[in-house]
Structures are given as C-alpha cells and as structure tokens.
C-alpha cells in the first residue's frame, strides 16, 4: 500500500491561485487529483502518468489547473489558476499501479485530503 499526504489548500478570492503537493510513500503507475464536494459525487480532475506525465483534465478544469512532477521527491502538483468558487472542495490525491491512468476505478492509495475555498 503507498501513503499519500496533499498539502497546500486553503482560501483564496475567485481568480487566484494554489498549488496542492501530493507526496507518496513508494511507486504508482498513476496519481490522480480528485475533488468532492459534501452532498455530491467524487469528481475526478487530472490523472497522470508518473512515466510520461499529464494525461488527462477535466473539462471543468481544463485551461486553468495543471499537474507536473517531481520524481526524485515522489511528489505530484496540481497547479491551480483562475480558481472559481465552484472549484471549492475537498481535494484528494490518489494512485494505482494499473493502467490506463483514465481507468478512475483502479485507484486504490488515497490521501486524506486537503481543503480549497474559494469565495467570490
């Protein structure tokens, strides 16, 4: 089983800016990002492929959120720009050894998760 920590959430006003970290314990083929809001199903925002890097965003982020990587550090980001209040949520990391990174069902390492709110 691989540990996985996010960090970096917080408040921010509509238009700005975070960048969440998420460092995991030992290998995946895939780290995803997450989001959930309380009430509402888990939305999937970008996978990657800890081989070949970004592979997929949501509509709902695309243009305005990016993930990269730092392998030496086990650590995948996802940048976000341009926040929206409706991007607040629960953020969460999450990995598999599976493929293909898209399969949202085969992530079975879960962190625990790290706040965004975006106020208007």
């Known amino acids: 089983q691989v540990h996985l920590v996010e960090s970096g959430g917080g408040s921010v006003q509509a238009g700005g800016s975070l960048r969440l970290s998420c460092v995991r314990s030992?290998?995946?083929?895939?780290v995803a990002w997450f989001r959930q809001v309380p009430g509402k199903e888990r939305e999937v925002v970008a996978t990657?492929?800890?081989?070949?890097?970004?592979?997929s965003y949501s509509d709902s982020v695309k243009g305005r959120f990016t993930t990269s990587q730092d392998n030496d550090k086990n650590t995948v980001y996802l940048q976000m720009d341009s926040l929206k209040p409706e991007d607040t949520a629960m953020y969460y990391c999450?990995?598999?050894?599976?493929?293909?990174?898209?399969?949202?069902?085969?992530?079975?390492?879960w962190g625990q998760g790290t706040q965004v709110t975006v106020s208007s």
């Open positions: 030992g290998y995946a083929n895939c």
């Open positions: 999450a990995s598999t050894r599976r493929s293909p990174c898209s399969s949202v069902g085969g992530y079975n390492d």
């Open positions: 990657l492929s800890t081989l070949w890097g970004p592979t």
